[in-house]
């Protein structure tokens, strides 16, 4: 018996830090819908390595949502609590080729730091206190990569995306003081771990990419083909969240919102698809679901619900 290795692994990766949104509804139809539509598989994990930000019953919740709406993953999921020797291996590999560094800077010793800029993304940038060795009598509070290098990608909907590491994101956690392992770390492990050769998320994600892409190089790890989705926001331009109050998609009918996702995904579904059975309504999305057609946006305003 030969096995073949399909050319298309896609994903849907949420962390159970709440119900699932309208947001994630959308990351996660953009994602199986195009997995599909390559005769791919679409796996599911479960990003729980933020241990403190898991919100009790959040994943029986997601699971329970996503399963009524009617998505299909392959496999097991992927846990990623269960993944730590992973995480922990790929961290000695970086130690061993000199890519990682002890940081025993503190939160309010770098805000106190004068001179340091800021990085694209708005947050403070790394000063650099610990790069060439801890200070005298200080101890490793957590590791940082060595931010290097300029990183190009072409992403499939927000297009030619170039980031200069020094200097847009600075040196950055993969171990972090409370001894947990950071999500950008988990995520290139865990999607090699998988085999995911095409990341479908949402476009809140394309800033943590270069770093992703820079871990994978170091790692000597396949590098995916990334397409960051339009994030769903409410009127005011806020990302739909829990702190934004963003409803769970539960307490609407599945079919509505799966069609009101379609729209989101700039895929033109009928009207008269809303008051379809949800078998339809998936017909309708797997017959008809082109990438091409995602607006090309960072972000959108979502459906009001109705
Ligand atoms: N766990 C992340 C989230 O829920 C998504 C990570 C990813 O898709 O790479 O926002």
């Known amino acids: ?55 009790p019953g959040a994943t029986d919740s997601i699971l329970a949502t996503l ?8 496999g097991d999921i992927l846990w990623q609590c269960q993944r730590t020797g992973a995480y922990a291996a790929a961290l000695e590999q970086l130690k061993t080729g000199g890519h990682v560094f002890p940081c025993a800077c503190s939160r309010r010793e770098m805000a106190e730091v004068p001179d340091s800029t800021l990085a694209r993304d708005g947050s403070r940038r790394y000063p650099g206190t610990c790069r060439n060795g801890l200070p005298p009598g200080r101890a490793p509070r957590a590791w940082r990569v060595k931010a290097e290098g300029v990183i190009r990608f072409e992403d499939a909907i927000q297009g030619r995306q170039e980031e200069d590491l020094a200097r847009d994101v600075g040196d950055y956690v993969i171990l972090r003081a409370d001894g947990l392992f950071a999500y950008q770390l988990a995520v290139v492990v865990d999607d090699a771990a998988q085999g995911v050769t095409h990341v479908v998320r949402g476009a809140d994600l394309l800033g ?47 079919a509505r919102a799966l069609v009101a996702a379609l729209g989101f995904l700039g895929q033109h579904p009928p009207t008269e698809l809303t008051h379809a059975s949800l078998a339809e309504v998936w017909d309708w999305a797997h017959a008809h679901w082109r990438l091409e057609r995602v607006p090309r946006h960072m972000q959108r305003i979502a459906p009001a619900a109705d």
Do not use: C
Request: net charge positive; no cysteine; charged share 20%.
């Open 208 to 254: 943590s990419t270069a770093r992703q892409i820079q871990l994978q190089k170091l790692l000597r790890l396949p590098v995916p083909a990334y397409a960051h989705l339009p994030v769903a926001t409410n009127a005011a331009g806020e990302k739909l969240s829990k702190q934004t109050l963003a409803r769970a998609v539960d307490e609407i009918a599945p």
């Open 1 to 55: 018996m030969t096995t073949t290795t399909p050319a298309y692994i896609g994903r849907f990766a949420p962390s159970p830090s709440g119900p699932l949104h309208f947001g994630s509804l959308v990351a996660a139809l953009g994602s199986v819908l195009d997995a599909r539509h390559y005769q791919g598989r679409w796996l599911l994990r479960i990003e729980d390595v933020d241990t403190p930000r898991t919100v």
């Open 67 to 74: 399963d009524r709406f009617g998505f299909e993953w392959d």
